[in-house]
C-alpha cells in the first residue's frame, strides 16, 4: 500500500492527526504537492461521499472525514496556490438570510474543496448582496443552504436575482426540493454533500 493510500484510508476514518503526519512526511520525503491531493485527498472524499450516498457512512463519519480532509487542506493550501494550480472551479456558498444553521453548508463546502474546487464560504444570514460579493470574487457558482421552510423562501429571490446571468445558482437544505428547485427557477438541486459535488461537476462541466 503506498503512502497516498494510506493517506487516502486515514481521512476516510477521520484519523485528523495521522493525516497532518502523513501530508507533512508526503512533503518532506519531495512529493508533489498536487499528486498528494490528486491521489489521496481528493479520492477520499469521493470514497466517503459514495459511501454516504449508498447508506454505508453516516453524516457522523462524514463529518469526521471532513475534518480530517480540512486539517490536510491547511498544510496545502497554500503549496497548491504557490504551485499555480488550476482548480476546477470557484464556487460561493452560504446559509440564505434569516438562516443561522451552517452544519449542512460547512460539510457541502469541504467536501467541495477535498474534490478540487475553490470555495469561497460567505457564512449564514446570507442576503444577495453578499451572494453578489461571491460573484465579483470571481465564482462560477452559487450554494445556497437553507434549514428552515420559513427562511427557503429567500431562495427564490436569489434564482431571479442571477437568473440572466452567467452564474449557475444550486440549493439545498432539509426542507428543499427538486419540485421547489424547478419552481423557482435554480439551476440545480441535491439532497446531500456528494451529491452536491456531483451537480457542480455536471453543471460546471457543461460551461468549461
Known sequence: MSNFDDLKNAIIKGKRDEVINLVNELLAAGNDVNQI?????IPAMREIGERFSRNEAY???LLIAARAMQAGLGIVEPLLA?????????????TVKGDLHDIGKNLV???LKGAGYDVIDLGVNCDIAKFESG?????????CSALLTTTMSYMKEIAEHFKNSKVKVIIGGA????SFADEIGADGYSDDANGAVKLVDLLLAKTA
Open 37 to 41: 491531493v490528486d491521489a489521496g485527498m
Open 59 to 61: 453524516v457522523p463519519e
Open 82 to 94: 504557490a504551485s499555480g494550480r488550476k482548480s476546477l472551479g470557484k464556487i460561493a456558498i452560504g
Open 109 to 111: 463546502a469541504i467536501m
Open 135 to 143: 460573484v465579483e470574487q470571481g465564482a462560477d457558482l452559487i450554494a
Open 175 to 178: 426542507p428543499v426540493t427538486q
